[in-house]
Protein backbone atom coordinates (compact mmCIF):
# COMPACT_ATOMS: atom_id res chain seq x y z
CA UNK A 1 0.00 0.00 0.00
CA UNK A 2 2.78 2.28 0.89
CA UNK A 3 4.79 1.91 -2.01
CA UNK A 4 1.99 2.00 -4.74
CA UNK A 5 1.65 5.58 -2.85
CA UNK A 6 4.61 6.81 -3.16
CA UNK A 7 4.51 6.16 -6.76
CA UNK A 8 1.17 7.84 -7.49
CA UNK A 9 2.47 10.54 -5.63
CA UNK A 10 5.73 10.89 -7.73
CA UNK A 11 4.14 10.63 -10.85
CA UNK A 12 1.39 12.95 -9.59
CA UNK A 13 3.99 15.67 -8.92
CA UNK A 14 5.87 15.47 -12.57
CA UNK A 15 2.34 17.36 -13.77
CA UNK A 16 1.81 19.58 -10.94
CA UNK A 17 5.66 21.04 -11.87
CA UNK A 18 4.84 21.28 -15.27
CA UNK A 19 1.24 22.92 -13.94
CA UNK A 20 3.67 25.88 -12.33
CA UNK A 21 5.84 26.15 -15.48
CA UNK A 22 2.71 26.54 -17.41
CA UNK A 23 0.46 28.61 -15.09
CA UNK A 24 3.51 31.56 -16.45
CA UNK A 25 2.78 31.07 -20.07
CA UNK A 26 -1.17 31.22 -18.33
CA UNK A 27 -2.02 28.14 -20.28
CA UNK A 28 -4.26 25.99 -17.75
CA UNK A 29 -3.01 22.49 -17.04
CA UNK A 30 -5.01 19.94 -17.94
CA UNK A 31 -6.85 19.03 -15.02
CA UNK A 32 -8.64 22.55 -14.36
CA UNK A 33 -11.18 22.98 -11.20
CA UNK A 34 -13.97 24.44 -13.07
CA UNK A 35 -14.92 20.96 -13.76
CA UNK A 36 -15.93 21.36 -10.44
CA UNK A 37 -18.19 23.83 -10.88
CA UNK A 38 -21.25 22.74 -12.30
CA UNK A 39 -22.40 19.77 -10.07
CA UNK A 40 -20.85 21.45 -7.19
CA UNK A 41 -23.34 24.52 -7.46
CA UNK A 42 -26.68 21.48 -7.99
CA UNK A 43 -25.05 19.37 -5.03
CA UNK A 44 -24.67 22.37 -2.76
CA UNK A 45 -27.64 24.19 -3.86
CA UNK A 46 -29.85 21.22 -3.66
CA UNK A 47 -28.77 18.92 -1.29
CA UNK A 48 -26.10 20.76 1.49
CA UNK A 49 -28.16 24.10 1.67
CA UNK A 50 -31.67 22.96 2.56
CA UNK A 51 -29.39 20.36 5.08
CA UNK A 52 -28.04 23.58 6.69
CA UNK A 53 -31.51 25.11 6.36
CA UNK A 54 -33.30 22.29 7.83
CA UNK A 55 -31.62 23.31 11.18
CA UNK A 56 -33.07 26.60 11.32
CA UNK A 57 -36.50 25.93 9.87
CA UNK A 58 -36.92 22.97 12.44
CA UNK A 59 -37.29 25.81 15.11
CA UNK A 60 -39.69 27.39 13.56
CA UNK A 61 -43.45 27.48 12.21
CA UNK A 62 -43.31 27.72 8.77
CA UNK A 63 -45.81 27.91 5.65
CA UNK A 64 -42.35 28.27 3.27
CA UNK A 65 -42.83 31.83 2.66
CA UNK A 66 -42.59 32.98 6.51
CA UNK A 67 -41.09 31.21 9.04
CA UNK A 68 -41.49 32.28 12.97
CA UNK A 69 -39.24 30.98 15.66
CA UNK A 70 -40.67 28.89 18.21
CA UNK A 71 -37.94 27.59 20.07
CA UNK A 72 -38.11 23.82 20.54
CA UNK A 73 -41.70 23.75 20.15
CA UNK A 74 -41.51 20.95 17.32
CA UNK A 75 -39.09 19.17 18.83
CA UNK A 76 -41.60 19.08 22.14
CA UNK A 77 -44.22 17.88 20.33
CA UNK A 78 -42.41 15.49 18.10
CA UNK A 79 -41.11 13.32 21.40
CA UNK A 80 -44.54 14.27 23.40
CA UNK A 81 -46.93 12.81 20.44
CA UNK A 82 -47.44 9.32 20.74
CA UNK A 83 -47.75 8.76 17.16
CA UNK A 84 -44.23 10.38 16.73
CA UNK A 85 -42.53 8.71 19.30
CA UNK A 86 -43.89 5.42 17.66
CA UNK A 87 -42.41 6.32 14.00
CA UNK A 88 -39.32 6.61 15.96
CA UNK A 89 -39.14 3.07 17.71
CA UNK A 90 -40.49 1.89 14.58
CA UNK A 91 -37.57 3.11 12.30
CA UNK A 92 -35.50 1.51 14.66
CA UNK A 93 -37.02 -2.01 15.32
CA UNK A 94 -37.56 -1.79 10.84
CA UNK A 95 -33.80 -1.08 10.74
CA UNK A 96 -32.55 -3.58 12.76
CA UNK A 97 -35.01 -6.16 11.93
CA UNK A 98 -34.05 -5.84 7.82
CA UNK A 99 -30.57 -5.60 7.87
CA UNK A 100 -30.37 -8.42 10.86
CA UNK A 101 -32.40 -10.42 8.51
CA UNK A 102 -30.01 -9.45 5.15
CA UNK A 103 -27.13 -10.26 6.61
CA UNK A 104 -27.85 -14.10 8.10
CA UNK A 105 -30.22 -14.57 4.70
CA UNK A 106 -27.47 -12.55 2.33
CA UNK A 107 -24.61 -15.12 4.04
CA UNK A 108 -27.05 -18.09 3.68
CA UNK A 109 -27.76 -17.64 0.15
CA UNK A 110 -24.20 -16.80 -0.83
CA UNK A 111 -23.26 -19.68 0.59
CA UNK A 112 -25.51 -21.50 -1.37
CA UNK A 113 -24.90 -20.56 -4.64
CA UNK A 114 -21.27 -20.68 -4.62
CA UNK A 115 -21.35 -24.47 -3.41
CA UNK A 116 -21.04 -26.96 -6.07
CA UNK A 117 -25.33 -27.47 -7.01
CA UNK A 118 -26.28 -26.99 -10.68
CA UNK A 119 -28.90 -23.96 -11.42
CA UNK A 120 -27.04 -21.80 -9.85
CA UNK A 121 -26.77 -18.98 -12.39
CA UNK A 122 -30.94 -19.41 -12.45
CA UNK A 123 -30.80 -19.13 -8.86
CA UNK A 124 -29.15 -16.04 -8.48
CA UNK A 125 -30.88 -14.12 -11.33
CA UNK A 126 -34.59 -15.04 -9.32
CA UNK A 127 -32.92 -13.81 -5.84
CA UNK A 128 -31.78 -10.73 -7.86
CA UNK A 129 -34.61 -10.12 -9.96
CA UNK A 130 -36.85 -8.53 -6.93
CA UNK A 131 -33.75 -5.89 -6.76
CA UNK A 132 -34.52 -4.27 -9.50
CA UNK A 133 -38.16 -4.04 -9.50
CA UNK A 134 -40.53 -1.36 -8.24
CA UNK A 135 -40.68 -0.58 -4.78
CA UNK A 136 -44.46 0.45 -5.27
CA UNK A 137 -45.16 -2.60 -7.54
CA UNK A 138 -43.89 -5.24 -4.98
CA UNK A 139 -45.99 -3.27 -1.94
CA UNK A 140 -49.23 -3.57 -3.56
CA UNK A 141 -48.49 -6.68 -5.13
CA UNK A 142 -47.84 -7.97 -1.47
CA UNK A 143 -50.10 -6.27 0.13
CA UNK A 144 -52.67 -7.81 -2.02
CA UNK A 145 -51.10 -11.23 -1.44
CA UNK A 146 -51.22 -10.96 2.51
CA UNK A 147 -54.60 -10.35 2.75
CA UNK A 148 -56.25 -11.58 5.43
CA UNK A 149 -59.26 -13.65 4.07
CA UNK A 150 -58.56 -13.21 0.27
CA UNK A 151 -54.61 -13.17 0.22
CA UNK A 152 -52.87 -16.29 -1.16
CA UNK A 153 -50.39 -16.40 2.05
CA UNK A 154 -53.63 -17.03 3.97
CA UNK A 155 -55.05 -19.41 1.67
CA UNK A 156 -51.87 -21.25 1.83
CA UNK A 157 -51.66 -21.52 5.11
CA UNK A 158 -55.07 -22.65 5.60
CA UNK A 159 -54.30 -25.45 3.12
CA UNK A 160 -51.99 -27.37 6.06
CA UNK A 161 -54.38 -26.34 8.40
CA UNK A 162 -53.47 -23.05 10.04
CA UNK A 163 -55.05 -19.78 10.18
CA UNK A 164 -52.94 -17.08 9.17
CA UNK A 165 -52.99 -14.11 10.84
CA UNK A 166 -53.60 -10.51 9.93
CA UNK A 167 -50.20 -9.44 8.63
CA UNK A 168 -50.96 -5.91 7.61
CA UNK A 169 -54.39 -5.45 9.81
CA UNK A 170 -53.39 -6.38 13.15
CA UNK A 171 -51.23 -3.58 14.56
CA UNK A 172 -48.66 -5.46 16.64
CA UNK A 173 -47.69 -7.53 12.84
CA UNK A 174 -47.93 -4.78 10.23
CA UNK A 175 -44.78 -3.33 11.04
CA UNK A 176 -43.53 -6.80 10.59
CA UNK A 177 -45.01 -7.57 7.78
CA UNK A 178 -43.76 -4.70 5.61
CA UNK A 179 -40.02 -5.51 6.82
CA UNK A 180 -40.00 -9.12 5.90
CA UNK A 181 -40.89 -7.34 2.50
CA UNK A 182 -38.50 -5.52 2.43
CA UNK A 183 -36.24 -8.50 2.95
CA UNK A 184 -37.77 -10.45 0.41
CA UNK A 185 -36.81 -7.64 -2.21
CA UNK A 186 -33.48 -6.58 -0.81
CA UNK A 187 -31.92 -9.74 0.52
CA UNK A 188 -30.75 -10.56 -3.70
CA UNK A 189 -28.30 -7.37 -3.40
CA UNK A 190 -27.04 -9.16 0.13
CA UNK A 191 -26.53 -12.27 -1.80
CA UNK A 192 -24.24 -10.64 -4.69
CA UNK A 193 -22.33 -8.74 -2.13
CA UNK A 194 -21.27 -11.51 -0.07
CA UNK A 195 -21.14 -13.67 -2.98
CA UNK A 196 -18.42 -11.26 -4.32
CA UNK A 197 -16.70 -11.33 -0.94
CA UNK A 198 -16.72 -15.56 -0.78
CA UNK A 199 -15.24 -15.43 -4.07
CA UNK A 200 -12.23 -13.42 -3.54
CA UNK A 201 -11.28 -15.62 -0.27
CA UNK A 202 -7.77 -17.51 -2.01
CA UNK A 203 -8.00 -21.03 -2.57
CA UNK A 204 -4.77 -21.78 -0.34
CA UNK A 205 -7.38 -21.23 3.14
CA UNK A 206 -9.42 -23.73 2.13
CA UNK A 207 -6.80 -26.16 0.94
CA UNK A 208 -5.17 -25.52 4.65
CA UNK A 209 -8.14 -26.00 6.45
CA UNK A 210 -8.27 -29.39 4.35
CA UNK A 211 -5.25 -30.65 5.44
CA UNK A 212 -5.43 -29.73 9.12
CA UNK A 213 -9.04 -31.73 8.57
CA UNK A 214 -10.71 -28.81 9.69
CA UNK A 215 -14.59 -29.65 9.48
CA UNK A 216 -17.63 -27.94 7.26
CA UNK A 217 -18.61 -25.43 10.54
CA UNK A 218 -15.07 -24.63 11.17
CA UNK A 219 -13.59 -23.73 7.93
CA UNK A 220 -17.36 -21.40 7.94
CA UNK A 221 -16.74 -20.02 11.28
CA UNK A 222 -12.51 -19.79 10.98
CA UNK A 223 -12.21 -18.67 7.41
CA UNK A 224 -15.76 -17.97 5.88
CA UNK A 225 -17.00 -15.64 8.33
CA UNK A 226 -13.98 -13.54 8.87
CA UNK A 227 -12.60 -13.16 5.62
CA UNK A 228 -15.90 -12.04 4.32
CA UNK A 229 -16.33 -9.41 6.88
CA UNK A 230 -15.98 -6.47 4.57
CA UNK A 231 -18.98 -7.74 2.66
CA UNK A 232 -20.42 -7.87 6.57
CA UNK A 233 -19.74 -4.14 6.73
CA UNK A 234 -20.77 -3.49 3.60
CA UNK A 235 -24.37 -5.04 3.91
CA UNK A 236 -25.01 -4.18 7.52
CA UNK A 237 -24.14 -0.02 6.64
CA UNK A 238 -26.39 -0.84 3.52
CA UNK A 239 -29.65 -2.01 4.63
CA UNK A 240 -29.31 -0.09 8.30
CA UNK A 241 -28.81 3.63 5.73
CA UNK A 242 -31.62 1.87 3.36
CA UNK A 243 -33.75 0.65 6.64
CA UNK A 244 -33.69 3.60 8.75
CA UNK A 245 -35.08 6.06 5.45
CA UNK A 246 -36.99 3.58 4.22
CA UNK A 247 -40.80 5.25 3.25
CA UNK A 248 -41.97 3.73 -0.45
CA UNK A 249 -42.62 0.39 0.57
CA UNK A 250 -44.70 1.22 4.19
CA UNK A 251 -46.30 4.55 2.31
CA UNK A 252 -47.60 1.31 -0.51
CA UNK A 253 -48.24 -1.06 1.99
CA UNK A 254 -50.00 0.57 4.81
CA UNK A 255 -49.49 4.07 4.68
CA UNK A 256 -48.23 3.92 8.33
CA UNK A 257 -51.31 1.93 9.41
CA UNK A 258 -53.55 0.72 11.17
CA UNK A 259 -53.85 4.04 13.20
CA UNK A 260 -49.84 4.69 13.14
CA UNK A 261 -49.15 1.25 14.33
CA UNK A 262 -46.65 0.90 11.30
CA UNK A 263 -45.36 4.63 11.14
CA UNK A 264 -41.61 5.28 10.61
CA UNK A 265 -39.96 8.76 10.65
CA UNK A 266 -39.85 9.09 6.98
CA UNK A 267 -43.77 8.58 6.93
CA UNK A 268 -44.18 11.00 9.53
CA UNK A 269 -42.02 13.32 7.93
CA UNK A 270 -45.06 12.89 4.54
CA UNK A 271 -47.67 13.34 6.78
CA UNK A 272 -46.82 16.16 8.53
CA UNK A 273 -45.80 17.56 5.38
CA UNK A 274 -49.17 16.77 3.71
CA UNK A 275 -50.86 18.28 6.88
CA UNK A 276 -48.96 21.84 6.23
CA UNK A 277 -46.79 21.58 9.67
CA UNK A 278 -44.00 22.53 7.63
CA UNK A 279 -41.79 23.50 10.42
CA UNK A 280 -42.50 20.41 12.34
CA UNK A 281 -41.98 17.88 9.43
CA UNK A 282 -38.55 19.52 9.37
CA UNK A 283 -37.99 19.07 12.59
CA UNK A 284 -38.94 14.93 11.68
CA UNK A 285 -35.94 15.14 8.71
CA UNK A 286 -33.04 16.77 11.73
CA UNK A 287 -34.31 13.82 13.65
CA UNK A 288 -33.85 11.07 10.80
CA UNK A 289 -30.78 12.93 10.24
CA UNK A 290 -29.13 12.77 13.63
CA UNK A 291 -30.52 9.13 13.88
CA UNK A 292 -28.84 8.37 10.98
CA UNK A 293 -25.68 9.95 11.88
CA UNK A 294 -25.38 8.91 15.72
CA UNK A 295 -25.87 4.88 14.28
CA UNK A 296 -24.30 5.01 10.85
CA UNK A 297 -21.37 6.72 11.29
CA UNK A 298 -19.49 5.10 14.31
CA UNK A 299 -20.72 1.93 12.87
CA UNK A 300 -18.63 2.19 9.70
CA UNK A 301 -15.52 3.39 11.89
CA UNK A 302 -15.50 0.64 13.90
CA UNK A 303 -16.51 -1.75 10.99
CA UNK A 304 -13.64 -0.49 9.15
CA UNK A 305 -11.18 -0.37 11.68
CA UNK A 306 -11.72 -3.99 12.61
CA UNK A 307 -10.96 -4.77 9.00
CA UNK A 308 -7.67 -3.51 9.28
CA UNK A 309 -6.80 -5.38 12.56
CA UNK B 1 -21.43 -38.68 -4.85
CA UNK B 2 -20.81 -35.15 -4.60
CA UNK B 3 -22.59 -34.81 -8.06
CA UNK B 4 -26.07 -36.38 -6.88
CA UNK B 5 -25.82 -33.83 -3.78
CA UNK B 6 -25.44 -30.91 -5.81
CA UNK B 7 -28.68 -32.12 -7.80
CA UNK B 8 -30.57 -32.39 -4.56
CA UNK B 9 -29.55 -29.39 -2.90
CA UNK B 10 -30.33 -27.42 -6.36
CA UNK B 11 -33.41 -29.02 -7.06
CA UNK B 12 -34.47 -27.96 -3.61
CA UNK B 13 -33.39 -24.46 -3.99
CA UNK B 14 -35.25 -24.72 -6.98
CA UNK B 15 -38.54 -25.54 -5.37
CA UNK B 16 -37.90 -22.82 -2.30
CA UNK B 17 -37.24 -20.32 -4.94
CA UNK B 18 -40.04 -20.91 -6.84
CA UNK B 19 -42.62 -20.75 -4.13
CA UNK B 20 -41.15 -17.66 -2.82
CA UNK B 21 -39.56 -15.79 -5.43
CA UNK B 22 -41.33 -17.01 -8.63
CA UNK B 23 -44.84 -17.29 -7.38
CA UNK B 24 -45.03 -13.72 -6.91
CA UNK B 25 -44.14 -12.89 -10.24
CA UNK B 26 -46.57 -15.38 -11.45
CA UNK B 27 -49.37 -14.53 -9.20
CA UNK B 28 -48.99 -10.96 -10.91
CA UNK B 29 -49.44 -12.12 -14.42
CA UNK B 30 -52.04 -14.90 -13.56
CA UNK B 31 -54.19 -11.63 -12.69
CA UNK B 32 -53.27 -9.54 -15.02
CA UNK B 33 -54.47 -12.11 -17.48
CA UNK B 34 -57.99 -12.61 -15.97
CA UNK B 35 -61.16 -10.82 -16.91
CA UNK B 36 -62.77 -9.25 -14.10
CA UNK B 37 -65.16 -11.30 -12.26
CA UNK B 38 -62.28 -14.10 -12.40
CA UNK B 39 -59.51 -12.01 -11.32
CA UNK B 40 -62.11 -10.78 -8.80
CA UNK B 41 -61.48 -13.88 -6.41
CA UNK B 42 -57.63 -13.65 -6.30
CA UNK B 43 -56.85 -17.67 -7.10
CA UNK B 44 -53.55 -18.64 -8.02
CA UNK B 45 -54.74 -20.24 -11.20
CA UNK B 46 -54.71 -20.32 -14.51
CA UNK B 47 -57.38 -17.95 -16.69
CA UNK B 48 -60.45 -19.47 -17.79
CA UNK B 49 -60.43 -16.51 -20.30
CA UNK B 50 -57.14 -15.10 -20.92
CA UNK B 51 -57.48 -11.71 -21.65
CA UNK B 52 -53.90 -10.42 -20.78
CA UNK B 53 -53.77 -8.33 -23.60
CA UNK B 54 -57.00 -6.38 -23.26
CA UNK B 55 -56.12 -5.77 -19.91
CA UNK B 56 -52.85 -4.38 -21.06
CA UNK B 57 -54.71 -1.90 -22.88
CA UNK B 58 -57.29 -1.23 -20.76
CA UNK B 59 -54.81 -0.11 -17.85
CA UNK B 60 -52.78 1.99 -20.60
CA UNK B 61 -55.99 3.54 -21.82
CA UNK B 62 -57.69 4.29 -18.01
CA UNK B 63 -57.92 7.72 -16.92
CA UNK B 64 -57.28 9.25 -20.88
CA UNK B 65 -54.31 7.40 -21.12
CA UNK B 66 -52.70 8.47 -17.35
CA UNK B 67 -50.33 5.95 -18.26
CA UNK B 68 -49.07 6.54 -21.17
CA UNK B 69 -48.27 10.18 -20.27
CA UNK B 70 -46.76 8.43 -17.31
CA UNK B 71 -44.59 5.81 -19.38
CA UNK B 72 -43.53 9.54 -21.37
CA UNK B 73 -42.95 11.32 -18.19
CA UNK B 74 -40.53 8.88 -16.27
CA UNK B 75 -38.49 8.53 -19.93
CA UNK B 76 -37.90 12.23 -19.84
CA UNK B 77 -36.76 12.23 -16.21
CA UNK B 78 -34.42 9.11 -16.81
CA UNK B 79 -33.12 9.75 -19.97
CA UNK B 80 -32.46 13.43 -18.98
CA UNK B 81 -31.23 12.72 -15.40
CA UNK B 82 -28.99 9.66 -16.46
CA UNK B 83 -27.35 11.71 -18.87
CA UNK B 84 -26.57 14.73 -16.65
CA UNK B 85 -25.61 11.85 -13.93
CA UNK B 86 -22.86 10.57 -16.48
CA UNK B 87 -21.11 13.85 -17.66
CA UNK B 88 -20.92 15.72 -15.08
CA UNK B 89 -19.94 12.76 -12.11
CA UNK B 90 -16.98 11.35 -14.85
CA UNK B 91 -15.82 14.90 -14.42
CA UNK B 92 -15.79 15.07 -10.68
CA UNK B 93 -14.45 11.68 -10.60
CA UNK B 94 -11.69 12.70 -13.63
CA UNK B 95 -10.44 16.19 -11.58
CA UNK B 96 -10.83 14.32 -7.92
CA UNK B 97 -8.47 11.45 -9.20
CA UNK B 98 -6.05 13.15 -11.33
CA UNK B 99 -5.16 16.10 -9.20
CA UNK B 100 -4.68 15.98 -5.92
CA UNK B 101 -5.13 19.24 -3.53
CA UNK B 102 -6.69 21.35 -0.82
CA UNK B 103 -10.07 20.64 -2.49
CA UNK B 104 -9.74 16.67 -2.38
CA UNK B 105 -10.99 15.93 1.15
CA UNK B 106 -13.58 18.40 0.43
CA UNK B 107 -14.59 16.63 -2.20
CA UNK B 108 -14.32 13.16 -0.45
CA UNK B 109 -16.35 14.30 2.58
CA UNK B 110 -19.39 16.10 0.77
CA UNK B 111 -19.51 12.40 -1.28
CA UNK B 112 -19.42 10.35 1.98
CA UNK B 113 -22.15 12.80 2.95
CA UNK B 114 -24.46 12.60 0.32
CA UNK B 115 -24.05 8.71 0.91
CA UNK B 116 -25.18 8.66 4.17
CA UNK B 117 -27.12 11.48 5.13
CA UNK B 118 -30.99 11.81 4.33
CA UNK B 119 -32.10 14.70 2.41
CA UNK B 120 -34.24 17.21 4.48
CA UNK B 121 -37.38 17.44 1.77
CA UNK B 122 -39.16 20.33 3.12
CA UNK B 123 -36.38 22.73 3.00
CA UNK B 124 -35.77 21.41 -1.06
CA UNK B 125 -39.49 22.39 -1.74
CA UNK B 126 -38.25 25.98 -0.20
CA UNK B 127 -35.44 25.69 -2.20
CA UNK B 128 -36.98 24.54 -5.77
CA UNK B 129 -39.62 27.52 -4.89
CA UNK B 130 -37.60 30.19 -4.71
CA UNK B 131 -35.71 29.07 -7.84
CA UNK B 132 -39.14 28.75 -9.92
CA UNK B 133 -38.44 24.98 -10.09
CA UNK B 134 -40.65 23.48 -7.89
CA UNK B 135 -43.13 21.30 -9.75
CA UNK B 136 -41.15 21.13 -12.91
CA UNK B 137 -39.54 18.44 -14.67
CA UNK B 138 -36.42 20.05 -14.36
CA UNK B 139 -36.80 20.37 -11.06
CA UNK B 140 -36.93 16.84 -10.66
CA UNK B 141 -34.02 16.10 -12.93
CA UNK B 142 -31.38 18.11 -10.92
CA UNK B 143 -32.72 16.85 -7.73
CA UNK B 144 -32.12 13.35 -9.16
CA UNK B 145 -28.53 14.32 -10.81
CA UNK B 146 -27.82 15.88 -6.86
CA UNK B 147 -28.80 12.68 -5.11
CA UNK B 148 -27.21 10.28 -7.40
CA UNK B 149 -23.62 12.16 -8.08
CA UNK B 150 -21.73 10.73 -5.25
CA UNK B 151 -22.45 7.31 -5.91
CA UNK B 152 -21.32 7.57 -9.32
CA UNK B 153 -19.06 9.49 -8.42
CA UNK B 154 -16.94 7.08 -6.55
CA UNK B 155 -17.72 4.61 -9.31
CA UNK B 156 -16.11 6.27 -11.80
CA UNK B 157 -13.28 6.74 -9.51
CA UNK B 158 -12.76 3.63 -8.84
CA UNK B 159 -12.32 3.50 -12.38
CA UNK B 160 -10.44 6.18 -13.27
CA UNK B 161 -7.88 4.91 -11.12
CA UNK B 162 -6.95 1.88 -14.20
CA UNK B 163 -7.06 4.96 -16.64
CA UNK B 164 -3.11 5.72 -17.11
CA UNK B 165 -1.76 9.31 -16.52
CA UNK B 166 -0.10 8.77 -20.28
CA UNK B 167 -3.03 8.77 -21.64
CA UNK B 168 -3.76 12.46 -20.36
CA UNK B 169 0.43 13.66 -20.93
CA UNK B 170 0.10 12.29 -24.31
CA UNK B 171 -2.67 14.45 -25.52
CA UNK B 172 -0.83 17.49 -23.32
CA UNK B 173 1.62 16.96 -25.55
CA UNK B 174 -0.05 17.05 -28.51
CA UNK B 175 -1.51 20.27 -27.62
CA UNK B 176 -5.36 19.22 -26.90
CA UNK B 177 -6.82 21.76 -24.45
CA UNK B 178 -8.30 20.04 -21.39
CA UNK B 179 -11.89 19.68 -22.18
CA UNK B 180 -10.51 17.63 -25.29
CA UNK B 181 -8.56 15.95 -23.72
CA UNK B 182 -11.45 14.59 -20.96
CA UNK B 183 -14.35 14.48 -23.89
CA UNK B 184 -11.84 13.09 -26.50
CA UNK B 185 -9.62 11.10 -24.78
CA UNK B 186 -10.74 10.22 -21.14
CA UNK B 187 -14.87 9.68 -21.53
CA UNK B 188 -13.75 6.96 -24.61
CA UNK B 189 -11.94 4.90 -22.42
CA UNK B 190 -14.62 5.39 -19.29
CA UNK B 191 -16.80 3.14 -21.84
CA UNK B 192 -17.35 0.48 -19.72
CA UNK B 193 -18.15 1.85 -16.43
CA UNK B 194 -20.08 4.58 -18.41
CA UNK B 195 -22.78 1.63 -19.19
CA UNK B 196 -22.69 0.43 -15.96
CA UNK B 197 -23.53 3.88 -14.46
CA UNK B 198 -26.40 4.19 -17.42
CA UNK B 199 -27.65 1.01 -16.74
CA UNK B 200 -27.92 1.17 -12.39
CA UNK B 201 -29.25 4.49 -12.56
CA UNK B 202 -31.42 4.30 -14.92
CA UNK B 203 -33.12 1.35 -12.54
CA UNK B 204 -32.46 3.83 -9.71
CA UNK B 205 -34.59 6.56 -11.16
CA UNK B 206 -37.34 4.71 -13.10
CA UNK B 207 -37.99 3.54 -9.80
CA UNK B 208 -37.92 6.56 -7.57
CA UNK B 209 -40.98 7.17 -6.30
CA UNK B 210 -40.14 9.32 -2.99
CA UNK B 211 -38.28 12.33 -4.74
CA UNK B 212 -41.07 12.77 -7.91
CA UNK B 213 -43.96 12.54 -4.66
CA UNK B 214 -42.56 15.61 -2.84
CA UNK B 215 -41.21 17.33 -5.90
CA UNK B 216 -43.54 17.17 -9.13
CA UNK B 217 -46.73 16.16 -7.63
CA UNK B 218 -50.06 16.55 -9.97
CA UNK B 219 -51.65 14.15 -12.01
CA UNK B 220 -50.60 15.70 -15.72
CA UNK B 221 -46.85 15.78 -14.65
CA UNK B 222 -47.10 11.75 -12.31
CA UNK B 223 -44.23 9.36 -13.12
CA UNK B 224 -44.69 5.65 -13.42
CA UNK B 225 -44.46 4.69 -10.04
CA UNK B 226 -46.64 7.66 -8.72
CA UNK B 227 -49.41 6.94 -11.21
CA UNK B 228 -49.20 3.17 -9.77
CA UNK B 229 -50.21 4.15 -6.48
CA UNK B 230 -52.82 6.38 -7.31
CA UNK B 231 -54.52 3.36 -9.85
CA UNK B 232 -54.38 1.06 -6.32
CA UNK B 233 -57.49 3.26 -4.62
CA UNK B 234 -58.61 4.07 -8.72
CA UNK B 235 -58.96 0.33 -9.12
CA UNK B 236 -59.84 -1.09 -5.85
CA UNK B 237 -62.45 -3.78 -7.30
CA UNK B 238 -60.52 -4.14 -11.09
CA UNK B 239 -57.49 -6.18 -9.67
CA UNK B 240 -57.07 -7.31 -13.22
CA UNK B 241 -56.32 -3.52 -14.34
CA UNK B 242 -53.97 -2.68 -11.32
CA UNK B 243 -52.17 -5.98 -11.49
CA UNK B 244 -52.14 -5.14 -15.65
CA UNK B 245 -50.66 -1.76 -14.46
CA UNK B 246 -48.23 -3.58 -11.82
CA UNK B 247 -46.73 -5.71 -15.10
CA UNK B 248 -46.37 -3.19 -17.08
CA UNK B 249 -44.51 -1.18 -14.38
CA UNK B 250 -41.94 -4.10 -14.35
CA UNK B 251 -41.54 -5.00 -17.93
CA UNK B 252 -38.48 -2.15 -18.43
CA UNK B 253 -36.32 -3.24 -15.41
CA UNK B 254 -37.13 -6.90 -16.68
CA UNK B 255 -35.74 -6.27 -20.23
CA UNK B 256 -32.97 -4.64 -18.71
CA UNK B 257 -32.24 -7.67 -16.79
CA UNK B 258 -32.61 -10.10 -19.49
CA UNK B 259 -29.82 -7.84 -21.45
CA UNK B 260 -27.78 -6.55 -18.74
CA UNK B 261 -27.85 -8.97 -15.73
CA UNK B 262 -24.15 -9.98 -15.44
CA UNK B 263 -23.48 -6.18 -15.55
CA UNK B 264 -26.18 -4.99 -13.32
CA UNK B 265 -24.88 -7.64 -10.45
CA UNK B 266 -21.32 -6.63 -10.78
CA UNK B 267 -22.35 -3.02 -10.39
CA UNK B 268 -23.89 -3.05 -7.89
CA UNK B 269 -22.28 -5.38 -5.69
CA UNK B 270 -18.63 -3.06 -6.81
CA UNK B 271 -20.72 0.14 -6.26
CA UNK B 272 -22.10 -0.69 -2.70
CA UNK B 273 -18.49 -2.28 -1.47
CA UNK B 274 -16.95 1.14 -2.55
CA UNK B 275 -20.04 3.11 -0.63
Redesign the interface.
Known sequence: MASTLSTSEA??LA?AARGLKERGKKR??????W??F??AI??V???????I??FY?SFTR?D?FTSTWIGLDNYKAFFQEQALITGLGNTLIYAVITSGLKVVLGMALAL?LT??????G????????????????VG???T??M?PE???IN?ALAVVGITGPGWLTNPDLALFSVALVDV?KGVG?AT??Y??GLVSIPQEYYEAAEVDGAGRWKVFRNIMLPLAR??TA?VIT?SL?GG??S??LI??MTKGGPGFASDVI?SV??KQ?QAGF?GL??AG??V??LV??II??PLTVWLNRGEES | M??T???V???A??VF?AI??????L??FL?ASKDITESA??E?SWPQNFVLLDNLRQALAARDYLMVIAFINSVILTVASVAGLVI??A??A??WQ???SR?SPV?NM?VL?????????????????S?GLFRTMPGLI??E???G?PFCVLLFRAFMTTVP?EL??A??VDGAG?VQ??FRVIFPVLRSVIMTVIILQV?FV??D??NP??FLPGTENAT??LT??NF?SQFLTQ?HL??GT?LL??IP??I??IFF?RK??EG???G??K?
Open positions: TRPPGPYPYFYLPIYVLFIVPTASFWLLSKIIARYLRSVIFFPVLVSTIGLTFVLDDGLKWLVIIAPATLILRFDWAAIYYYSTSVLFVTVV | KNRGVIGVAITFFVVPFFIIALFLSMVYIRRAWVLAGLIVPPAVVPTIWVLQLLIIAYLRDEAVSIFVYNFQLYVQLLQYLFIVTPLMFNIVMAASVG
